[in-house]
């Protein structure tokens, strides 16, 4: 019940193509929905958020979409480019005790 | 610019020895976590602080302690060094409830 569900794990998507990252839960008790982005070598980084009363998000090529009722989430980032090529995790924030559950994360490669 | 610092980016030491990850943070932030991350299985939390002097376990707490003697400095402590705890280890910090959370660049730790 606790778990966020992300997939797939890898994907390889051509420059200028849709990149589409999936992620499901099952707790309603979650308020807060971050992506982290996380470079080879480095750690991870907020990428964008959203909050479930809220059916989308864009910031420049990302975009979040929010499903409350299927209790799903993706991110889909137009125009990828070779320099997105990175880890991506969803995460979920409980609205008790504040804590992020991460999903396992997925492996991008942009094919130039 | 927000900055968590983690003293050493590759580590390796011998099964058996008691190691420390260290980790700071300049931004005056209240919580502060270490994560373990393994292909496939994500960010698992290991351990976490709100406070200084406060500790509370994570998903996955066995073979590790943890130590928070000031608010900026908070120390992974593996007590005797397994080769199962090879791995990347992340320290993260937040603010408040909100959680974002800034992360450090990492230690790869491999025990031989």
């Known amino acids: 019940q606790q778990q966020v569900k992300q997939s797939p794990q890898s994907l390889i998507v051509q420059k200028g193509g849709i990149s589409i990252i999936n992620c499901a839960y099952e707790?309603?008790?979650?308020?807060?929905f971050p992506w982290y982005q996380q470079f080879p070598g480095k750690g991870p980084a907020l990428l964008i958020a959203i909050r479930p009363d809220v059916s989308e998000k864009k910031e420049g090529r990302f975009t979040i979409s929010f499903n409350k009722s299927a209790k799903q989430f993706s991110l889909h980032i137009m125009d990828s480019q070779p320099g997105d090529s990175a880890t991506y995790f969803c995460a979920a924030r409980h609205n008790s005790n504040y804590q992020l559950i991460w999903g396992a994360g997925t492996k991008l490669i942009i094919k130039p | 610019d927000v900055k968590v610092t983690q003293s050493s980016r590759y580590l390796v030491k011998r099964t058996g020895e008691k190691v420390f990850l260290e980790c700071v943070q300049d931004?005056?932030?209240?919580?502060m976590f270490w994560y373990r991350q393994d292909p496939g299985l994500g960010l698992r939390l290991i351990y976490f602080?709100?406070?200084?002097?406060?500790?509370e376990k994570g998903d996955i707490p066995e073979g590790y302690s943890v130590s928070r003697e000031k608010k900026e400095r908070f120390s992974l402590i593996l007590e005797s060094a397994s080769t199962n705890q090879t791995s990347m280890y992340l320290c993260a910090s937040s603010r408040g409830a909100k959680n974002i959370q800034y992360f450090g660049a990492g230690t790869r730790l491999s025990v031989l």
């Open positions: 602080s709100y406070d200084v002097k406060m500790k």
């Open positions: 707790n309603t008790a979650f308020d807060y």
């Open positions: 931004m005056d932030h209240e919580n």
